[in-house]
């Protein structure tokens, strides 16, 4: 089973910043949490992973919390590029479990 | 670089033929994974290869199938006889290494076994 919850979807207007949230609770101190995301019909796509402190790349930011059992997602200015189903991951090794994601909407 | 090239991208075939799908990783990495993607148990890794050896495949379902790598640039998954619940898009990905954050997805291909 997926050690992650995501709300089933979300919707967004273009421009405006996307913030994805992601439940784990039982993560353990050795695991990562990752995001991927999928556009339709094509592979999971790598988007930004951290372990305890907040990141940011040219894709997103990733905000954890202190506790470690939350996390948000952040795509600054969504396009309508950026529809596809996001998935949460926590792992610690190679092997991970995509749950079911959020599928967000960017709506022009 | 081309990505990770998987053909065909559409499979149809019916209960018991062999079905053959292949993957081209992207050159230069060691690493190639087997996953299969379905609406009820989501992307499950069945299998990976380091440097065209099998590592892992804890995740393979049954005999019926089977992963070869018989060089840096080529692999195939085989399922045979093939049963409708193997239904599914299977993905093939490269990394550089192990970790998650390094690995590039194929496109994948959409069987469908009637």
């Known amino acids: 089973d997926a050690k992650t919850t995501q709300p089933p979807s979300m919707d967004c207007a273009e421009g405006r910043a996307a913030n994805l949230p992601c439940n784990h609770s039982t993560i353990s101190g050795n695991e990562y949490v990752y995001w991927y995301r999928q556009i339709h019909s094509q592979g999971p796509q790598y988007i930004i992973h951290?372990?305890?402190n907040n990141e940011t790349n040219e894709m997103a930011s990733l905000i954890i919390t202190e506790d470690r059992k939350s996390s948000t997602l952040i795509l600054p200015h969504a396009t309508l590029r950026d529809t596809a189903v996001y998935y949460c991951i926590v792992t610690g090794t190679y092997k991970y479990i995509f749950g079911t994601g959020t599928r967000l909407k960017v709506l022009a | 670089d081309a990505g990770v090239i998987q053909s065909p991208r559409h499979e149809v075939t019916e209960m018991g033929q062999e079905v053959t799908l292949r993957c081209k990783p992207i050159s230069g990495h060691d690493y190639l994974f087997w996953y299969r993607q379905t609406m009820m148990r989501g992307l499950e890794l069945l299998i990976y290869f380091n440097n065209n050896v099998p590592i892992d495949d804890s995740g393979m379902p049954e005999d019926r199938f089977s992963a070869k790598m018989p060089n840096a640039s080529f692999s195939t998954l085989k399922i045979q006889p093939s049963e409708p619940r193997d239904s599914a898009v299977y993905f093939c990905?490269?990394?550089?290494?192990?970790?998650?954050?390094?690995?590039?997805f194929g496109p994948g291909t959409r069987l469908t076994v009637l």
């Open positions: 990905a490269s990394s550089p290494g192990l970790e998650p954050d390094t690995q590039y």
């Open positions: 951290g372990l305890k």
